[in-house]
């Protein structure tokens, strides 16, 4: 049985409240492991990959969830076959830590979540460009659980080297942020995440306003990196400021003119 969900809790800008709950997936996850398989495709590649996976397969029940709206692409169809296939991975071509240690880990699941890490990626790298950046994309759900507990786990070493054992990681999630935390309660760095997703905040609004009500938006994701990296928290002040203050614009912005600032409308990954 596959399960394709595209009214998802980001775009609210007709839908309202009643399309506001992420917690199928929840409700999935409790299921069996051997049965239960959870995607969350970060573009129209990553999509069609998934999608033809799940409906070649036997005996599971697939949930695919990607938003209908027209949608930035990140990955052409060879890179989409190799993420998906792996269902997590770093994305190189995102992240600036090639060689070295990073300082921070950016991670994301879903395709609203991706589009506002790699924002918020693109602001740091902006003003810090000496901030060494990991940026990681799960599309598979369940490899964020130990391998011991679903047939899609990462050992720990695996996840050890994608997530580090001892850096912040910055997580931006589709769903209930506890989802995450449940999932990798066991992990050696699990001290270190941070997750924002979904926290029943929303109403018939923008598409940008829906994730900043909830904390998910690019500036609050810069904030929260610039609060956990100890090198940053020193001299990010006048950063800091200038992110709540775009916030503060975008509330008077959609008020007057009922649509998201243009910088963010517009905003597209150039590097």
């Known amino acids: ?3 394709l969900l595209t009214s998802h809790v980001w775009r609210q800008d007709h839908n309202g409240f009643s399309h506001q709950d992420p917690g199928f997936i929840d409700h999935v996850v409790n299921k069996k492991a051997e049965i239960v398989r959870v995607y969350l495709p970060p573009d129209a590649n990553t999509l069609l990959s998934v999608t033809d996976h799940c409906l070649r397969s036997r005996h599971y029940i697939n949930v695919i969830i990607a938003g209908k709206q027209p949608a930035l692409q990140y990955l052409d169809m060879d890179a989409a076959i190799k993420h998906c296939t792996a269902g997590i991975s770093i994305w190189d071509w995102a ?5 070295v240690e990073p300082d921070v880990v950016m991670a994301c699941a879903g395709d609203i979540p991706a589009m506002e890490t790699l924002a918020a990626v693109d602001i740091l790298r902006q003003h810090f460009p000496e901030l060494k950046i990991r940026v990681v994309n799960i599309v598979d759900l369940m490899t ?3 391998e011991s507990e679903h047939p899609h786990g990462l050992s720990d070493k695996e996840f050890d080297s994608l ?9 931006a999630f589709h769903g209930y942020p506890w989802l995450i935390h449940r999932l990798t309660y066991r992990r050696t ?3 270190n995440l941070h997750v924002r997703g979904y926290k029943e905040e929303g109403t018939t609004t923008t598409p940008f306003d829906i994730v900043v009500m909830n ?5 609050h994701l810069a904030i929260d990196v610039i609060e956990r990296v100890p090198k940053l928290e020193r001299i990010a002040a006048h950063v800091k400021q200038q992110m709540r203050d775009k916030l503060i614009e975008h509330k008077h912005y959609i008020r007057k003119h009922g649509d998201d600032i243009p910088e963010v409308r517009e905003w597209k990954w150039t590097y």
């Open 1 to 3: 049985m596959n399960y």
């Open 95 to 99: 992240s600036n830590d090639q060689g």
């Open 144 to 146: 964020l659980q130990p």
């Open 163 to 171: 997530f580090t054992t001892d850096k912040p990681i910055i997580f």
């Open 189 to 191: 760095n699990h001290k």
């Open 215 to 219: 904390d998910l938006d690019r500036f």
